[in-house]
């Protein structure tokens, strides 16, 4: 009963609308999808760009403007920086990995299995397919895993790489809850999958959902060293740093994937599908309640009209 009693207690401490219940409580919510408030969809296709979404496992909004910066340093190298503008920001979420997905992908709340049947024709991959392009879904865990390879084509994917096919070629995985691909080793997969997709004459519509970061969170995977094991290792939690350390090695696939004559210029949009849903107040507190983050990678000869400018934009 004591035990029960501690249970109940820290249930109602710690619940939040928009973690478990999401679906439910922000049914009814307007949508503000990073797609949306970005101006990501207005620009995706109108130029005939490769197009690029990348949903990033508990990517929440982190209040320390350092820590997000150390994060998305890759896309602000001057590399990247030089042919594109960059632009972040933060919006709402509401429910899991698949409710982010519905938001980005499909502008709703709705729940994926009642959406995709009736309305599937209405998610961006479907609208993209409408003007020409030809769509490619990857994802690092198993297709099974909430029937992803049976809605993924109905919201308009031609092709999806699931990690088991993705672990052939690249011979390694990643996680400890959920084992599947390495996140790290997407760049030269993607690139290698738009070459593929190329031969058809049409543009690319590049959809990747990450997996490494979904908590637990396995320590030692990343291949960037944030010294976790530090008091003073500029995330908090050493859970944090960890997830972190991912974080960044996704930003740097995909600052590569940007340069990758393969793939860029592309329009690209990295967004959070929800915070990650720790128990630690003292991790939660890290960062915003209810907000993921996003970043956005728009050519800069398509926002300028002429050529690149010199000055890089830097993070909010």
């Not at 031969?199 to 490494?212: A, D, E, S, V």
């Not at 969170?217 to 094991?229: K, N, R, S, W, Y």
């Not at 960890?242 to 996704?250: K, N, S």
């Not at 960062?287 to 990678?297: E, S, T």
Request: glycine content about 10%.
């Amino acid at each position: 009963m004591l035990a029960l009693s501690f249970a109940a207690l820290d249930y109602v401490n710690n619940v939040s609308p928009h973690y478990s219940f999401g679906s439910t409580f922000g049914r009814d919510k307007p949508v503000d999808s990073a797609a949306e408030v970005s101006g990501f969809n207005l620009a995706a296709g109108a130029h005939g760009n490769n197009v690029v979404v990348v949903i990033v496992e508990s990517l929440g909004y982190l209040l320390d403007q350092t820590a997000r910066e150390r994060i998305a340093a890759p896309l602000y190298d001057p590399a990247v920086t030089k042919d594109y503008l960059v632009t972040s920001g933060h919006t709402v979420y509401y429910g899991s990995t698949t409710s982010g997905e519905m938001r980005e992908l499909c502008n709703t709340r709705t729940f994926y299995a009642d959406y995709v049947q009736k309305n599937g024709s209405s998610c961006l991959p479907n609208l993209l397919k409408s003007r020409g392009y030809t769509g490619i879904a990857l994802h690092a865990f198993s297709g099974g895993m909430f029937d992803r390879e049976q809605w993924y084509p109905q919201v308009g994917f031609d092709k999806e790489l699931f990690g088991e096919e993705i672990v052939k070629t690249t011979h390694r995985s990643c996680g400890a809850g959920f084992q599947g691909a390495c996140d790290a080793d997407f760049a030269p997969v993607i690139a290698d999958a738009s070459r593929q997709a190329a031969q058809t004459g049409k543009p690319r519509f590049i959809y990747w959902l990450t997996l490494n970061t979904h908590i637990p969170v396995a320590p030692g995977e990343a291949l960037i060293d944030f010294h976790c094991t530090l008091d003073n290792n500029g995330f908090g939690l050493p859970r944090v740093c960890r997830m972190a350390e991912l974080w960044h090695d996704v930003f740097t696939a995909v600052a590569r994937i940007a340069r990758d004559p393969a793939v860029g210029p592309a329009d690209i949009l990295l967004v959070g599908d929800h915070a990650p849903p720790l128990w630690s107040k003292r991790g939660r507190a890290e960062f915003a309640p209810g907000q993921v983050a996003w970043y956005r990678l728009q050519p800069r000869r398509d926002a300028t009209g002429g050529p690149p400018a010199e000055t890089p934009s830097q993070p909010n």
